[in-house]
């Protein structure tokens, strides 16, 4: 069931292009950056899976006392069919023009905002607020709360991050872009406290940025840290996530209303019935579901199905389960990333086993094995 999308409707979903060198990079904490790809190329792949909007930052521009790269800024622009938005380098009325004149949808202001706070009103009145984004870098402090940072985290503002959020928002501005900087790159999760002490203190969206590392972290700062919508970039540069996988996970979760992986539609209750009133449940409404890997046909687990799993599963395009001993549904792979895309499914001759050929993302087995059944029955013995 979906529910309440709230007062900013869907969440989206940005993944965010860190350039440096004329290539998208990343790093930990806006450091020690590895090369992740040409960013025309792959501006064109996000937009093809489905990304709502593509967020472009020119992380050394404000550092190196340079405007934004505009050669490359039209070069994305034009091969990108979705929303984008631009950061980086942007410090007037001027600088913010010739970046939307490029062919962008919005400009994103961080250290320039901080030095000239009226630079933001002066935004939106020149653009409008719908494109003017403020950027908010921040770590936790030792004594409580958050400090605004800036170039890259390495200058402290003394600003505290909540009470800015409150001002750029009174300025005008139509959303704004928290990153953690305590969290940037580590894949350990969004800071869900300082993003729903920013979200509770302002009436416009807070798009989270900053240390997802498993479908569950967009879950919970979206449902938990209050965040409008959510930005990443590692776990989709390096191909530990894609668009339309993180988009079935949301709509499993209730906060999207469809699954571009779904099997049959989302609100087709009668379809699902259909497919699951012939099959053989045993006495606790249970059927053994095995997954095998589409490509090799190596078995990679078995496990359990009620209805509703069953029904999760068709509607997402991913696999859910039944778990006897925790009484629940889940799905695979939400808090360790090994998601499993349904390929086809297939009914064994008495009606009382599915097997599933899938798509499998890391391991099967919650042993850190690629398959549950990696042990042999007679060498085992011989132990």
Known sequence: MLRDSGKHGEPK??????ICGGEVVKGQHFANLRKAGDP???ARKYAAE??????????????????????LVR?????CSIPLTVGGGIDSVAAAREVLDAGTARVSV?????????LVSELVAAFGAENVIVAIDARARESGGYEVVIQGGKMPTGRDAVEWARQVAELGAGAILLTSMDRDGINKGYDLPMTRAVADAVDIPVIASGGAGVPQDFIDVLSVGGAASVLAAGIFHFDRLSIHELRACLYSAGLLSSSPLALI?????????????????NSQDLIPAIAVDAKTNEVLMLAWQNKEAITATLKSGLMHYYSRSRREQWLKGLTSGH?????????????????????QRGAACHLGTRS????????????
């Open 265 to 281: 539609g989302a609100d087709s209750a009668d379809e699902t019935d259909r497919y699951t009133a012939g099959l053989c449940f």
């Open 339 to 359: 998601l499993q895309r349904v390929c086809d499914i297939l009914l064994d001759c008495d009606r009382d086993t599915l097997l599933y050929r899938v798509e």
């Open 372 to 383: 549950c059944f990696a042990r042999n029955l007679l060498d085992d013995d011989k132990e």
């Open 75 to 79: 070069k994305v622009a034009a091969a």
């Open 50 to 71: 489905g990304a709502d909007e593509l967020v472009f930052l020119d992380i050394t521009a404000t550092e190196e006392r340079r405007g934004t790269l505009l050669p």
């Open 110 to 118: 961080n250290s320039a905002a901080i030095r000239r706070p009226e």
């Open 40 to 42: 025309v190329e792959i």
């Open 13 to 18: 979903i940005l993944p965010c292009l860190d």
